[in-house]
């Protein structure tokens, strides 16, 4: 089932992404599956583009975060009663030609979640882009207790009752909201033990500037392990 894309759904979120979101859905939906967009208060066209291109276009009612957006995408993409729920960025850095080898991974190893692994060198990124990957790698390894060497690809896959459990839950585990929010999303995922498992992917960079803000978001990074470690 794990190699069939009748069993999968895909959710992007999206920021003023008008330059290469139409061709992300375009290529997702020629394996027919079934996309959900969630616009984070873009400002060019970027939903309309994904609308025009085959996705379900949700809003987050202005700039919230990744994380809001992404949690709005995964509770749309429950209700397709779907096994497997994948992410997507939607700048054109993940191929949709990975859909099948995210699938592919999953079937081979049974895994619950599917990490995909971009070769980590100063040469293929963006100094401050390594640097960062590196550290936060390192943290999100040790508070999940499972070695991963690249915690920030925004290419992923999630057995459905991953995100039942930790998102929508009765008390759910994982409640960051901006760029923090895929970070804590995996350190729990290791944490209560569900099967994580990377696959390489190659490592792609368009040469658009990073949406992230380094001292606001370390901070956030940092009280999310506070909060994690407060409560255990």
């Excluded at 999968?8 to 939906?29: D, F, H, S, T």
């Excluded at 992923?156 to 923090?180: A, E, H, I, M, Q």
């Excluded at 944490?191 to 949406?211: D, I, L, M, Q, R």
Aim: proline share 4%; charged share 25%; hydrophobic share 40%.
């Amino acid at each position: 089932m794990g190699s069939n894309a009748d069993s999968a759904v895909v959710v992007i979120p999206a920021y003023n992404e008008v330059q290469a979101i139409g061709r992300v859905i375009k290529g997702l939906r020629g394996y027919g599956v079934p996309v959900v967009v969630v616009d984070d208060g873009s400002t060019d066209a970027t939903a309309d583009v994904a609308r025009d291109a085959g996705a379900e276009v949700l809003s987050n009612g202005g700039n919230r975060g990744k994380g809001a957006a992404l949690l709005k995408g995964f509770r749309r993409a429950l209700q397709e009663r779907r096994e497997f729920i994948l992410t997507f960025d939607a700048d054109g850095q993940h191929s949709p030609s990975l859909l099948p080898v995210m699938l592919n991974a999953q079937e081979r190893s049974d895994a619950d979640v599917v990490v995909g692994r971009r070769r980590m060198s100063w040469r293929s990124m963006p100094p401050v882009r390594y640097a960062t990957n590196c550290s936060m790698s390192a943290v999100v390894t040790w508070m999940g207790g499972r070695r991963l060497a690249d915690t920030q690809c925004g290419l992923r896959l999630f057995r459905d009752t991953v995100l039942r459990d930790l998102l929508f839950g009765p008390r759910p585990k994982v409640v960051s909201r901006r760029y923090d929010f895929e970070s804590e999303l995996l350190i729990e995922a290791c944490y209560h033990k569900f099967h994580v498992v990377e696959v390489n992917v190659p490592t792609v960079y368009n040469g658009a500037a990073s949406s992230i803000r380094p001292f606001a978001d370390t901070v956030r990074f940092f009280r999310m392990m506070a909060r994690i470690m407060w409560r255990r």
